[in-house]
């Protein structure tokens, strides 16, 4: 089987890497991951990554260096690993041309809401705070193409819609939302990858 190569870009704990590096091991998905960076250091990803034999690259900015700088710093170690696509999987930096320029079309990025909806950080909170007070009745989780510097916009690939239920924590909504995540994303780069092949 001809499996795709795969850079992930995490910032934190890493679930959603680790459903598509068990996707992976399990050979759903025809992939492998050959390499995960992570803008922070301390990201319990890279740990994840480790475990499952994969390069884990902490790539944190340096003092005084400019985004454009980084960004292209940052595409050129990851273009060594010569990705067929790069997954953003909880990467919680803005990205810009500098990078996104160097892999067109081959940036996925993973959102926890509806396309268009609560762009940036803290978008399971801010869309559990607005149903609280009657603004929306329903949430979701977008996987989509980063064609350029909108955040947490671009072509989408797969949506699926979210709805709340009666009383429900803010907790349990999380715990929903990233379990939807988890399949869509390896559902999705499954569809990706048989298009591509
Ligand atoms: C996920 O919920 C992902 O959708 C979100 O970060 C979380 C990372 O969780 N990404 C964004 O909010 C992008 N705007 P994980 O580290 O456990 O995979």
Known sequence: MKKTRLVVLISGNGTNLQAILDACAEQTLPAQVVAVFSNKPEAYGLERARRAGVPAIAFPRREGESRPDYDHRLAEAVEEFQPAYVILAGWMRLLSMAFLGRFPNRVINLHPALPGAFPGTHAIERAY??????????????????????VDAGPVLAVQQIDFCPGESLEEFEGR?????????????????ERSL
């Open 129 to 150: 705070a607005a149903w609280q007070r009657g603004e929306v009745n329903c949430s979701g989780v977008t996987i989509h193409i980063v064609p350029d510097e909108s």
């Open 177 to 193: 939302v990233h379990e939807v995540e988890h399949q869509l994303l390896v559902n999705t780069l499954k569809t990706v990858l």
